[in-house]
């Protein structure tokens, strides 16, 4: 059973709109919420990560929204350029005190120029 | 600073066939994990370790196994591979349970 359902599997979005990745989860007691972002060939990298005690976070041009009530949290990236085509990934962590992750199934994203 | 490496980078191995997968990070962190990524399946946990002599299982298990003898080392070991094992594995660890976990670059391992 996946922990963490995310969605859409894949996105296309023209160069300067915005990218929408929603992310849904079951364990109230999940309390850290990060995205990755993975590039082709190499390993996922921390992008940004919210805990449910606020409702956004704000780095740059990528937001995080939390819905605590909907268990539901989603990734906003705005003025989408190229370069951020590549792989987002939601997740959550296993056990309290670890951070071992439960990660959703990916959404590939492609910015076209 | 180097920060996760994983070694080798690409493997094949025969049915059968043992071989150890290696892992070192230099950012002195406590906990380290090992995930395998499969298209359409995001990353799955194998094992992981919160401190140095101390390891415990994650999702998907079965097959491989780890020991942490050192802060620095997390070697993932698979016993008798098999087709399924087929992946690419990641290292990561981190400093604490609620920061950023760092990754290596992965294992392309293809089982035949």
């Known amino acids: 059973q996946q922990q963490v359902k995310q969605s859409p599997q894949s996105l296309i979005v023209q160069k300067g709109g915005i990218s929408i990745i929603n992310c849904a989860y079951e364990?109230?007691?999940?309390?850290?919420f990060p995205w990755y972002q993975q590039f082709p060939g190499k390993g996922p990298a921390l992008l940004i990560a919210i805990r449910p005690d606020v409702s956004e976070k704000k780095e740059g041009r990528f937001t995080i929204s939390f819905n605590k009530s909907a268990k539901q949290f989603s990734l906003h990236i705005m003025d989408s350029q190229p370069g951020d085509s590549a792989t987002y990934f939601c997740a959550a962590p296993q056990q309290t005190g670890a951070n071992n992750l439960f990660f959703g199934t990916g959404t590939r994203l492609t910015v076209i120029p | 600073n180097a920060g996760v490496t994983q070694t080798p980078k690409f493997q094949v191995l025969k049915t059968g066939q043992s071989m150890t997968l290696q892992c070192a990070q230099d950012m002195n962190h406590e906990y380290m994990s090992w995930y395998r990524q499969d298209p359409g399946m995001g990353l799955r946990l194998i094992h992981y370790?919160?401190?140095?002599?101390?390891?415990d299982q994650g999702e998907v298990p079965n097959g491989y196994n780890v020991s942490r003898s050192t802060t620095e080392d997390f070697p993932l070991r698979l016993l008798s591979a098999a087709p399924s094992q087929t992946s690419v594995y990641f290292c990561?660890?981190?400093?604490?349970?609620?920061?950023?976990?760092?990754f290596g670059q992965g294992t392309r391992l293809t089982v035949v």
């Open positions: 364990n109230t007691a999940f309390d850290y």
């Open positions: 370790s919160v401190g140095a002599g101390i390891t």
């Open positions: 990561a660890s981190s400093l604490t349970g609620r920061t950023e976990a760092f």
